[in-house]
């Protein structure tokens, strides 16, 4: 027999007693009983989703900014880790790839590195082009 059982069955017998204070003080002790049944409950849900988030989390690989299961993802690094819910990615582009729960970009260390390769070549570019400004520039000043 149960906690709150046995509390109950007091009550009962303190009901044929007609022990009002005695009644109210059984009563306080069953209430309290069930909020600690409760709590408890709650504790160990957490427990489980807590321990099935370490399980779950031990089939995931991170890389390319993501999760990958073995043969699924990716999956958002940043619900899985904030939330603990796997959050499918989806492609915008080729290597890019955003959550529309959170909209966390995530890109692909290959699309990070083509993205960094054409920034370095824009720069020179436009390096390039400054320096012919200026030699333009030098020889108009220089011609007068
Ligand atoms: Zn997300």
């Not at 070549?121 to 108009?140: F, S, T, Y």
Request: hydrophobic share 35%; charged share 35%.
């Amino acid at each position: 027999m149960g906690l709150i059982e046995n509390i109950k069955d007091v009550a009962e017998l303190v009901q044929k007693a007609d022990n009002i204070e005695l009644l109210r003080k059984v009563l306080q002790l069953q209430q309290a009983a069930l909020d600690e049944q409760e709590e408890r409950r709650q504790l160990r849900q957490r427990i489980d989703d807590l321990e099935e988030h370490l399980r779950d989390k031990g089939r995931l690989t991170f890389h390319d900014n993501a999760y990958w299961d073995e043969s699924d993802g990716p999956f958002c690094s940043t619900c899985f880790d904030s939330k603990r819910t796997r959050i499918r990615l989806h492609e915008l582009s080729q290597g890019a790839y955003a959550c529309r729960a959170c909209n966390t970009e995530a890109w692909t260390d290959a699309r990070r590195a083509a993205q960094e390769s054409a920034a370095r070549a824009q720069n020179e570019r436009n390096q390039a082009a400054i320096k012919a400004h200026n030699a333009r520039a030098r020889d108009w000043l220089g011609s007068r």
